[in-house]
T-cell receptor, first 110, second 112 residues
Framework: RKEVEQDPGPFNVPEGATVAFNCTYSNSASQSFFWYRQDCRKEPKLLMSVYSSGNEDGRFTAQLNRASQYISLLIRDSKLSDSATYLCVGDAGNNRKLIWGLGTSLAVNP | SQTIHQWPATLVQPVGSPLSLECTVE??????LYWYRQAAGRGLQLLFY??????ISSEVPQNLSASRPQDRQFILSSKKLLLSDSGFYLC???????????FGSGTRLTVV
């Protein structure tokens, strides 16, 4: 079983739609989680950290469920510019490295 | 804040040639540093990480090596490149696992 698993997609949604991505992790010692965004042929960029209480940044909401060991990302009112690959990341429990999912591809269509 | 500088942006090298990619860090001292490779359409593969000068951990056996001669410098090397070494190489810094990684802009290596 992969340490961090995501549905690879692709998710094809129309502009204005709400889309949700889930990610599961296997290391119960993981404490820190993040969502990154990667555009084609570019480096990943931090989208948001994920806190136990849930957090929101504009149209983006991240949730963490420690009991079920999953993380979610909700994007409301999708824009064309949201088209990218979204990477779920968790720490390895040793303060030295992060473990990456393979990413979920999102295409927002006009 | 932390900034990762990486160069060159693209590189085409023949099979059997050597490789040296350099990464430098600005804005923090004693960061954990990482080299990742991403093959086309694939996920990020951790190659090496370093928690300090001269300290290198290798994640996968391969044709590459890494060195950290200075606190803010991390180098990825190969003596003889293989076709399978082609990919997108990313250097990243980690201030702490609460903050996530900051990535350099990457080097796209094509071995021909």
């Amino acid at each position: 079983r992969k340490e961090v698993e995501q549905d690879p997609g692709p998710f094809n949604v129309p502009e204005g739609a709400t889309v949700a991505f889930n990610c599961t992790y296997s290391n119960s010692a993981s404490q820190s989680f993040f969502w990154y965004r990667q555009d084609c042929r570019k480096e990943p960029k931090l989208l948001m950290s994920v806190y136990s209480s849930g957090n929101e940044d504009g149209r983006f909401t991240a949730q963490l469920n420690r009991a079920s060991q999953y993380i979610s990302l909700l994007i409301r009112d999708s824009k064309l510019s949201d088209s990218a690959t979204y990477l779920c990341v968790g720490d390895a429990g040793n303060n030295r490295k992060l473990i990456w999912g393979l990413g979920t591809s999102l295409a927002v269509n006009p | 804040s932390q900034t990762i500088h990486q160069w060159p942006a693209t590189l085409v090298q023949p099979v059997g040639s050597p490789l040296s990619l350099e990464c430098t860090v600005e804005g923090t001292s004693n960061p954990n540093l990482y080299w990742y490779r991403q093959a086309a359409g694939r996920g990020l593969q951790l190659l090496f990480y370093s928690v300090g000068i001269g300290q290198i951990s290798s994640e996968v056996p391969q044709n590459l090596s890494a060195s950290r001669p200075q606190d803010r410098q991390f180098i990825l090397s190969s003596k003889k490149l293989l076709l399978s070494d082609s990919g997108f190489y990313l250097c990243a810094g980690l201030r702490g696992t609460n903050y996530g990684y900051t990535f350099g802009s990457g080097t796209r290596l094509t071995v021909v």
